[in-house]
């Protein structure tokens, strides 16, 4: 009986999980050594290390819900969850206490991240609604940090609070679905938080740093939304990596019956 493994939509869904997992991974080893720039022109270098944050987030989130959340033990899941978590936020304290490379130490913000969502999701889901309560009360938090104390710990750890925010809207409203696969979700509902992704760092992009200067409330906003472009592009490179596991893991139970029965068939 064929296994699968080098022909077929099992062979080029494992193909195509390593090549992103590889990919994101060998760029974001580029970035922090500082050695882009000899592959492609300073700009892109440029433009593409600005997501470092995205990619480590991507690689580690995706990975653990992958390994860890959808192959352990429902008992075993959250101590786990809770452990890798906790290396997540020495990581993060490290990092900040490093004086390592500023390409470095902003990874930081994603290691918190982690440390906060790494045991979020090895929760049971679905999970219960006074957990959601927290969205709305994080944004109200970074919105008074906006507009009343722009200097404050908030603003400096932007990244971490857009990826804790935008990864619980995806897992558990918009796209439930990833950590839940009995979920069901209205589909044009999906791709228009996917849409609301891709958008905004473009959209902010391109009106530019100027109209980011001042102190009024359009400016603030945008130069927030400006520096939270890496939770944008993270949590949707770490959402394609799961998408990519759940139609390979689909394809392959469809091989697998596949096959079983064409070898019941030549039996008889």
Known sequence: MSDGSSTGPVGWGRVAHLLVYVGLTVLLVLVLTGVLDWFVSPRLATRVAYNSEAYLFAVALGAWIQFGVQRTSRESRLRLGLAFGAVWALVGIGLLLSGWPSQVVTLNETAFALAVLIPYVSLRRPIPNWLLSAIPMMIALTV????????????????????????????DVFDRPLL????TVNRWTRWTWYGFLVAEPLVVSALGTEIRTGSGATALTLEYLGRIHESFVGVLLASLVLHISIHYRSKHQLWTRTEVRR????QC
């Open 144 to 171: 008074l940090a906006v507009g009343w104390s722009p200097q404050s710990w908030v603003i400096d750890q932007a990244e971490t609070f857009g990826f804790v925010v935008l990864a619980i809207l995806t897992f």
């Open 263 to 266: 070898t019941l068939q030549n």
């Open 180 to 183: 839940q696969p009995d979920a």
